[in-house]
């Protein structure tokens, strides 16, 4: 056998495998996600925040609001792909800090929904994602203050902003998780860095 048809075989071979790769991978479920910007501030006592349950609430103490919001997307293969619960887990460290001047729970992590109610009202926290169609999830959470936090806030002037917890919050919404469970189980987790921006769109396997 000559050179050429020796180099030939091996072109063929090699197309027919790229072929087939290509084919595999435009079936091989692909899922992104588009995270919208996040919000992080604080509530006065007597003021009205959205809360859990997106339902507009009077504040009964002073509070710590976090909103969260993304969307994902099944952005290649040909089935359905069915989403078991989508979280947000928020930066340990920062909690922790933050735990002496708000109610946070110790597992730093809470669920976002898909707000689509049924016949009865209630929320389906799990989705089935099809192809090229965005489906957005989302949740607020009120953590009330503490006593410690009070004591802190007397000591500025009443109505004003407190600026000594805004490094914290500022680190807060910058530095977090979202993770989602698919139908088999597995989680998969996107950790964003300061600069948010730089993530829109990620993709990763389904």
Not at 30 to 45: E, L, M
Not at 171 to 176: A, G, I, P, S, W
């Amino acid at each position: 056998m000559s050179t050429e048809m020796i180099l030939g075989a091996i072109g063929t071979l090699l197309g027919v495998a790229n072929f087939v790769y290509w084919a595999w991978l435009s079936k091989r479920e692909k899922v992104a996600v588009v995270i919208h910007p996040g919000y992080v501030g604080f509530v006065h006592k007597g003021e009205e925040a959205i809360g859990p349950g997106q339902k507009l609430t009077t504040v009964n103490k002073h509070s710590l609001h976090i909103y969260v919001s993304c969307a994902l997307v099944l952005t290649s293969g040909e089935t359905e792909l069915e989403v078991m619960e989508v979280e947000i887990q928020l930066h340990k460290e920062t909690c922790e800090e933050l735990r002496k001047y708000f109610q946070i729970p110790t597992h730093n992590r809470f669920y976002l929904y898909k707000y689509e109610l049924d016949s009865n009202g209630y929320r389906n926290l799990g989705t089935v994602l099809q192809p090229k169609k965005p489906v957005d999830f989302t949740e607020d959470r009120l953590f009330e203050c503490t006593a410690e936090f009070e004591e802190e806030y007397d000591k500025i002037k009443n109505g004003s902003h407190p600026e000594f917890i805004q490094p914290l919050l500022d680190e807060l919404e910058t530095k977090y998780q979202i993770c989602w469970t698919r139908y088999d189980g597995k989680e998969l987790c996107w950790k964003f860095p300061k600069k948010w921006w730089r993530n829109l769109g990620k993709r990763l396997w389904g």
